[in-house]
């Protein structure tokens, strides 16, 4: 590997424009040496029992809890979340821990076959998993990846997006006060241009990205050179399907908030928002309302619902696309504009009229803006939901309960959500097809990716007592 220049990851506060902190990237001999730190990480960890690991869950799910407020304020203070979205986020993965803890065991019990009990499969830890993180949710996304793979006795090297790394840091601070190995959550803020070196040695036995397409496309054939499995979660333009029989009033509040939440930027999101004709207006203008009652502003402020966009690149990509589609001949109903001031805010943002030859229906926008969309009935609906070159995650919005059952399975996506949000939730997987990506994180799903699916037959002849037994048993 050759050398490369030092540079840093630096978090700006998006809200202020202020730098919040720098962090010089590891140079080639550092990176070894985390990796190194994760491979005896892995050693010491690999042979505990399930059990063992639920215990360092628990100790880590009241950890978490004991420093919410403190973590809330980082995540604020580099990405620009809300505080109470912030706050509502680490809850969220103390609560995973817990549910981890107290079923994920289970997850790892050796699992009979139809042979009989000299038949079985055992689910064991491959190695260290190298994840490239994204910065949306700097908390959540890392837990969501990491408790599954760590549960199953892996190790879990982490290099964060340049702007969350302190968040990064203070999640393996946390590990290794639960009890975890050191080295087995590590984190390795490097150069992207490091990571190739890093997917090729052999400490690491598999990959996992969340992010977006080019880097999954780029990071997938890496891994594949150096034949290590990888799991991609990638982009997502998830449609949100309303039927005229609907709960009108739900499913305007469900799409608002589902679509503003994290000003926009969060994977599976109501980015197309196909209704049906008969209800198309009445829905549209109430969306446009919902929208415009949201607080936007301070995120330390508990009452803001939509803070600054992280990053003041994608803030111009997202006004670039709005741009794009109002010339196309989308209707702005309200927002479209950057907010006068300070920091990266984006007004909240409702275009309809939107159709398939569209920006805003052909390209993911990453940031607060709700895509409105008729179609004439359901099947129409359909084709058009089904119109995307991603597949990440869907929702149906019926009163007809088995109608929404019989077309997610025509939904080519990882995840369909009827009368109900989006969201992701440690007792069901998650993850998409097409171009949104391959592979699950979490529930049982989760647990056994980056694990060996090993078969054992023990063929040893019975002995004629066992025999017998077998045969009473029989």
């Not at 998006?14 to 892995?42: I, K």
């Not at 949000?421 to 592979?439: A, C, E, N, T, Y």
Request: hydrophobic share 45%; glycine share 10%; aromatic share 6%.
């Amino acid at each position: 590997m050759g050398t490369i220049e030092v540079a840093v990851a630096k978090s700006t506060n998006p809200a202020t424009g202020e730098d919040v902190a720098t962090y010089p990237y590891l140079d080639e001999q550092a990176v070894a040496d985390v990796v190194r730190s994760a491979a005896e990480g892995f050693a010491n960890w690999r042979d505990t029992t399930p059990a063992a690991r639920a215990e360092v869950f628990r100790r880590l799910a009241e950890l978490l809890r004991r420093d919410t407020a403190k973590l809330a304020s980082v995540i604020t203070a580099e990405m620009g979340k809300p505080v109470t979205q912030a706050q509502a986020e680490v809850t969220k993965c103390a609560n995973m821990l817990d549910w981890y803890a107290e079923n994920g065991p289970a997850m790892l019990e050796d699992t009979a076959t139809t042979i009989g009990p000299e038949a079985y499969v055992s689910y064991l830890p491959t190695g260290t998993v190298l994840a490239i993180m994204p910065w949306n949710f700097p908390v959540w996304q890392i837990f969501r990846g990491a408790a599954p793979i760590i549960l199953g006795g892996n190790g879990y090297l982490l290099k964060p997006a340049s702007n969350v790394v302190g968040c990064a840091l203070a999640l393996e601070s946390l590990w290794e006060e639960a009890g975890l190995p050191k080295g087995t959550f590590a984190v390795v803020n490097c150069d992207r241009h490091q990571v190739p070196a890093i997917i090729h040695d052999p400490v690491i036995t598999g990959v996992a990205v969340t992010g977006g397409t080019v880097a999954g496309q780029s990071v997938a054939a890496e891994a594949g050179r150096a034949l290590k499995k990888v799991i991609l979660e990638l982009g997502g333009s998830d449609p949100f399907i309303v039927l005229a029989d609907a709960d009108l009033d739900k499913a305007v509040d469900a799409a608002a908030t589902g679509r503003m939440v994290n000003a926009g930027q969060v994977c599976i999101s109501a980015k197309r928002i196909i209704v049906e004709r008969p209800v198309y207006a009445e829905f549209t203008a109430k969306l446009a309302r919902r929208v415009e009652s949201f607080k936007v502003g301070d995120p330390t402020d508990p009452e803001t619902f939509v803070g600054p966009m992280a990053k003041e690149e994608g803030l111009l990509d997202v006004d670039d696309q709005v741009k794009r589609s109002v010339d196309e001949g989308a209707e702005l109903l309200t927002g479209g504009h950057r907010i006068p001031g300070p920091g990266s805010f984006y007004a909240p943002t409702v275009l309809a009229g939107v159709t398939e030859a569209m920006t805003a229906f052909k390209e993911e926008i990453f940031g607060p803006v709700a895509t409105v969309i008729a179609a004439e009935d359901a099947e129409e609906a359909l084709a058009k939901a089904n119109n995307s070159e991603f597949g990440l995650s869907a929702a149906i919005w019926t009163a007809d309960s088995a109608k929404a059952r019989a077309m997610a399975r025509k939904i080519d996506a990882g995840g369909v959500f009827i009368n109900g949000l989006s969201v992701s939730d440690p007792r069901i997987p998650i993850g998409g097809v097409k171009k949104s990506g391959f592979g699950r994180e979490l529930s049982y799903l989760g647990v056994h990716e980056f694990t060996n699916i090993q078969a054992v037959w023990d063929q040893t002849p019975l002995n004629a007592a066992e025999e017998a037994a077998q045969g009473v048993a029989q």
